[in-house]
């Protein structure tokens, strides 16, 4: 009768921690962000310290005349009120610096080889562009190679044909200057001056596109894994122009953050992405060590080319203010229980019956 109770009661404060054991584990997704230019806390640069080229501000050049980037407070079609970077003509530029004494040499910040495969980027932004431009991404073409990856926002008569009027679309090349070197894929609709939520995942050759939570479905990248070149101007991944530093096919936006992860995001970890959309950034780990042999693009010391199919007409941008204050919703949900625990439950309840069995 002893040994029975004693069972009895064993089995019963398992099966009580059981509903209130808080999880052993959390989606720890977050720990793969490792730049995070949180345009929403009042800076344009990221919070790791990656290289950061801001052209229309401290490092403004000669051929640039373009307006300077300012973060002002917006205001987006929900109601809530927040701190946005207001591109209107001008585009930064982040993870490579200038090698000194050269001119168009440059070094890949440590991370870099992240964006190459395996990868994912979160932004949140309202382009109000009616041209052509580069919302965000690797992707860069001139007279030596073709390669990178991006959100594009438009129509470009490049290559017979890329992107769709008023439309936002992932746009790729292969790192060959010949016909299909570069593709158009994945078009989000129009979303011209509409507040939307972009996660881009790269994985094992495949790309796909969420857009406010939800897949606009997955399509073949144009590589395996993208050549993207760190070592020329121009090309590092750049946010809001083609190429910041002439302000040639820049974009006309309102963006609250741009993130990116070394690791390919779940259907699930988007959707707690665009829930989380105005709150706290995920815990990240910053850069990675950088790779003892970085891929290399041809003839580095050569000045790059960028395309000149035309001169995109850009929209001014009109942010609205309001008073509201977004509610923000954790990013990384709970996993099970811990599954020791329910073996240790379910082999003190199996005690019962082999009790009742010899009582019997």
């Not at 099966?15 to 230019?37: E, H, K, Q, R, Y």
């Not at 030596?144 to 936002?168: F, P, S």
């Not at 949900?333 to 003190?348: C, Q």
Request: with cysteine; charged share 20%; net charge negative.
């Amino acid at each position: 009768m002893l040994k029975k109770f004693i069972a009895i009661t064993m089995a019963l404060a398992l099966t009580l921690s059981l509903m209130s054991i808080v999880p052993a584990s959390a989606d720890d997704f977050g720990a793969n962000c490792w730049f995070d230019a949180e345009y929403k806390d009042g800076s344009l640069e990221d919070k790791y310290g990656a290289t950061m080229y801001d052209f229309s501000g401290k490092d403004k050049g000669s051929d640039y005349d373009g307006p300077a980037i300012e973060i002002k407070d917006v205001t987006d079609d929900a109601g809530n009120t927040f701190k946005a970077a207001i591109f209107s003509g001008s585009g930064l530029e982040y993870l490579h610096k200038k090698v000194d004494g050269t001119e168009y040499e440059y070094v890949s910040d440590p991370g870099f080889e992240k964006l190459n495969a395996n990868f994912t980027m979160e932004m949140y932004v309202k382009v109000t562009n009616t041209g052509w431009g580069l919302i965000a991404g690797t992707w860069f073409n001139n007279s030596q190679h073709n390669n990178g990856w991006g959100l594009q926002m438009g129509y470009i008569g490049l290559y017979g044909g890329l992107g769709k009027a008023n439309n936002v679309s992932v746009i790729d090349g292969a790192g060959a200057l010949s016909d299909g070197a570069v593709q158009t894929s994945l078009e989000a609709g129009k979303l011209r001056n509409k507040w939307s939520h972009f996660v881009f995942v790269n994985e094992n050759g495949k790309n796909t596109l969420y857009l406010n939570g939800e897949s606009l479905g997955t399509a073949d990248a144009k590589d395996a894994a993208y050549a993207c070149v760190p070592d020329q101007a121009n090309s590092a991944f750049r946010v809001g122009s083609f190429r910041p530093a002439t302000a040639q096919f820049d974009i006309t936006m309102e963006c609250a953050y741009v993130r990116l992860y070394g690791a390919p995001a779940t259907a699930e970890q988007a959707k707690a992405m665009f829930d989380n959309k105005l709150g706290a950034a995920p815990s990240g780990g910053g850069s990675a060590p950088a790779p003892s042999n970085p891929t290399k693009a041809p003839d580095p010391s050569k000045p790059t080319e960028a395309p000149k199919p035309g001169d995109p007409t850009d929209a001014p941008a009109g942010p609205t203010q309001a008073p509201a204050n977004p509610t923000q919703a954790p990013v990384n949900p709970p996993k099970t229980f811990d599954l020791g625990i329910v073996s240790i439950a379910a082999m003190s309840l199996s005690s019962l019956v082999v009790l009742k069995k010899k009582k019997k």
